[in-house]
Nanobody, 123 residues
Framework: QVQLVESGGGLVQTGGSLRLGCAAS????????MGWFRQAPGKEREFVAA????????YYGDSVKGRFTISRDNAKNTVYLQMNSLKPEDTAVYYC????????????????WGQGTQVTVSS
């Protein structure tokens, strides 16, 4: 069993940066892939980024590629999402997810989810 708690959300101006964190509890964190998703009001949950258990492989959604960076520290049981050059369209609730059983871009593949953290980018 893995429990996930996100942190680091908030209000930022266009062009600014935020770093989200996802703290995980449970013995299996360091052996599972992790992902970040986001959901804006009235829209479906969208894949943002994913990282392999070792951190050696990372994947990004097209809308964030080149601006966001996913990383993890297995010693701290934490996965991060560094968000730079933020845009108003990045405004959403950001969710951390763990242990995908299928495609890492598919919300239904993930076994564990956090409660989410709000990111608001003002224009």
């Amino acid at each position: 069993q893995v429990q996930l708690v996100e942190s680091g959300g908030g209000l930022v101006q266009t062009g600014g940066s935020l770093r989200l964190g996802c703290a995980a509890s449970g013995r299996t964190f360091s052996s599972v892939a992790m992902g970040w998703f986001r959901q804006a009001p009235g829209k479906e949950r969208e894949f943002v980024a994913a990282i392999s258990w070792s951190g050696a492989s990372t994947y990004y959604g097209d809308s964030v590629k080149g601006r966001f960076t996913i990383s993890r520290d297995n010693a701290k049981n934490t996965v991060y999402l560094q968000m730079n050059s933020l845009k108003p369209e990045d405004t959403a609730v950001y969710y951390c997810a763990g242990d995908p059983g299928g495609s890492w871009r598919d919300t239904e593949a993930y076994r564990y989810w956090g409660q989410g953290t709000q990111v608001t980018v003002s224009s």
